[in-house]
């Protein structure tokens, strides 16, 4: 089964309106990366965050990690249509070779 | 350079073709992987090389032949594939374990198998 799973799996706003993610995963990490995919394209790395740190930011990126409650979130501030694609969490293992991606957001952002 | 780069971007093959998917990178990682993503899917790890020896191979039916020629080179060669297979294939690299482990992808070859 898969490692991340996330929710909800599509989400449509209007621009400049937030866009919130939520990613749970089940097994101990090391880290928790997202990334976006654009529409039949490869998979850009967003943001990583350490399972010491709580919250990171990354210009309009806000990430949080609750390793009590093994979830993630990522929050999108003042989106634009560009922003409209799909997102995944994405948790390594096994010596972190393995990489698995949770099911992912797709997100419509209409101008 | 932080580009990954795959081609062909698109490939449509017969379930007899044999056909090779090529990946370059020259960021100096020593990780290389496959993925295989269906439409609306997430991402699923096929194979993954480390300093050019393969680490890992998530099962993947033998009709997918990986080969990593040098530490910037990963070919994924096909044979006998089934309409199944269609998908996106794409290639990532990372640096080895230890250091920053995101992964940088290239675009993905688009492969149909009629």
């Known amino acids: 089964s898969q490692q991340g799973e996330e929710d909800p799996q599509a989400l449509s706003i209007q621009e400049g309106e937030n866009a919130t993610m939520n990613c749970s995963y089940k097994?101990?990490?090391?880290?928790l990366q997202w990334y976006r995919q654009n529409s039949g394209r490869g998979l850009v790395h967003l943001i990583l965050?350490?399972?010491?740190?709580r919250e990171k930011h990354s210009g309009r990126l806000r990430v949080t990690l609750d390793t009590s409650k093994k979830s993630s979130s990522l929050l999108i501030t003042a989106s634009r249509a560009a922003d409209t694609a799909s997102y995944f969490c994405?948790?390594?293992?096994?010596?972190?070779?393995?990489?698995?991606f949770g099911a992912g957001t797709r997100l419509f952002v209409k101008a | 350079d932080t580009e990954v780069t795959q081609t062909p971007k698109h490939l449509v093959m017969g379930m007899t073709n044999k056909k090779s998917l090529k990946c370059e990178q020259h960021?100096?990682?020593?990780?290389m992987y496959w993925y295989k993503q269906k439409a609306k899917k997430p991402p699923e790890l096929m194979f993954v090389y480390s300093y050019e020896k393969l680490s890992i191979n998530e099962s993947v039916p033998s009709r997918f032949s990986p080969e990593c020629p040098n530490s910037s080179l990963l070919n994924l060669h096909l044979h006998a594939l089934q309409p199944e297979d269609s998908a996106l294939y794409l290639c990532?690299?990372?640096?080895?374990?230890?250091?920053?482990?995101?992964?940088?992808f290239g675009s993905g070859t688009q492969l149909s198998v009629l």
């Open positions: 097994t101990s990490i090391n880290n």
């Open positions: 994405a948790t390594p293992y096994t010596g972190g070779f393995k990489t698995i």
């Open positions: 960021m100096g990682h020593r990780a």
């Open positions: 965050i350490r399972s010491n740190e």
């Open positions: 990532a690299s990372s640096l080895p374990l230890g250091k920053e482990e995101k992964l940088f």
